[in-house]
């Protein structure tokens, strides 16, 4: 792999390899990956990547989707580095006023408890900080994987709430580079799904709730306990392959219960196979490629549909070589 930031304002690698910035761990090249490593940076990494031509794809923390292998002829803006979590300072509002010192102000969590938050903060490293200060409102992320960003735009969560009930602001760009701070009430986030369209997360306010250490952490213990019951947590996988449908179309079954009605557990393509402890996830044994892993999502869709008449909606997101 060459690296080269000569021609970028932000650090940038040629030809890098995608699948290791996968939890799933599938997926080829990319011509052209920026690490910007500040929101400010991240604003210039997609000002200059559209001044040249590129619309560029953003990667989080890669757990909630499926690249597909080879070079992919594109830019990709990763937002790995940008991973900061802070208190803002006393009296702001303003996501701007978060500077260096915004750490050192000793303000109690319970005056003030909302987190400033970057993009590549991780979902894990922001709940641990919230448990630490006493603040409720994330342990519906407990063993979620990703990044704040990601965790926005998919609006990530499950059955005890979602990653938008303590968004009190999102500070995003634009495609025509503007930088914006949406509060709240001017969202629409939907079932795993932010709303914010082309627009890219730089961080967000997060207002949480505060309460004591212990019971923020024996609530978290207890949802990550289910999750781990549930879920294969440690495979590798890209989360939940399909959105659940509506209840009332599936006569109340979620898509993985779908997928274990229509006997499709543990059916395998290639090195890609449905986990026998949850039908929602696709895992990676070790070498899967990415046609192993699309080719049986295909399979158990079109499977479902024709045994119980039910069209399963994508979770994950799919990036093919050629964008669109
Ligand atoms: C084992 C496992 C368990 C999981 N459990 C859950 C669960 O319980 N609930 C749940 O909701 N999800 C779950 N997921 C899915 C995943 O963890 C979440 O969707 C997470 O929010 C994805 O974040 P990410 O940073 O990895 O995003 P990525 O996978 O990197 O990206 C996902 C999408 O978000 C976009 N995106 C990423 N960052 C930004 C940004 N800064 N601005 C704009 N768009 C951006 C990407 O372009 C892509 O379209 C699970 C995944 C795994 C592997």
């Known amino acids: 792999m060459t690296t080269s930031s000569v021609n970028w304002p932000v650090a940038a690698l040629r030809d890098a390899e995608l699948r290791d910035r996968t939890y799933m761990r599938v997926g080829g090249r990319v011509r052209w990956l920026l690490e910007p490593a500040t929101p400010q940076e991240l604003q ?7 001044e040249r031509g590129f ?4 990667l989080g923390g890669g ?6 292998d080879g070079l992919h002829d594109c ?3 990763t937002t790995d580095r940008m991973k900061r979590c802070f208190r803002p300072l006393r009296g702001s509002s303003r996501f ?9 102000v000793h303000i109690d969590p319970a005056e003030d408890p909302r987190l400033v938050v970057w993009a590549g903060t991780t979902l894990q490293k922001l709940c641990s900080t ?3 200060l006493g603040l409720s409102g994330l342990e519906c992320l407990a063993g979620v994987p990703g990044q704040l960003g990601g965790g926005i735009a998919m609006n990530a969560g499950g059955r005890y709430g979602e990653m938008w009930d303590c968004v009190e602001l999102v500070r995003v760009i634009e ?4 930088m914006l701070d949406l509060p709240r009430a001017e969202c629409t986030p939907r079932y795993r799904n932010g709303g914010l369209g082309e627009r890219v997360v730089a961080g967000a306010i997060l207002k949480l709730v505060p309460r004591t250490r212990a019971l923020v952490r024996e609530r978290a213990k207890q949802y990550l306990k289910e999750k781990n019951d549930a879920q294969p947590l440690t495979e590798w996988s890209a989360g939940c392959v399909f959105k659940n449908p509506d209840k009332q179309r599936s006569g109340g079954l979620s898509a993985g219960q779908l997928v274990e009605r229509c006997g499709l557990k543990g059916r395998e393509r290639g090195d890609a196979y449905v986990s026998p402890q949850h039908g929602n996830f696709v895992i990676n044994r070790r070498n899967a490629s990415s046609a192993d892993v699309l080719g049986l999502i295909e399979e158990l869709r079109a ?3 024709s045994q119980t008449g039910v069209q399963l909606e994508l979770e994950v997101k799919v990036w093919c070589r050629e964008p669109g």
């Open 96 to 104: 701007d006023e978060q500077t260096q010192q915004g750490e050192l």
């Open 63 to 68: 757990c909630n989707l499926v690249i597909e």
């Open 175 to 178: 495609p025509d580079g503007r």
């Open 303 to 305: 499977e479902v549909a």
């Open 130 to 132: 919230a448990t630490d």
């Open 75 to 77: 830019l990709v803006i």
């Open 44 to 50: 210039l990494a997609i000002v200059t990547a559209r």
């Open 55 to 58: 619309v560029p794809r953003i």
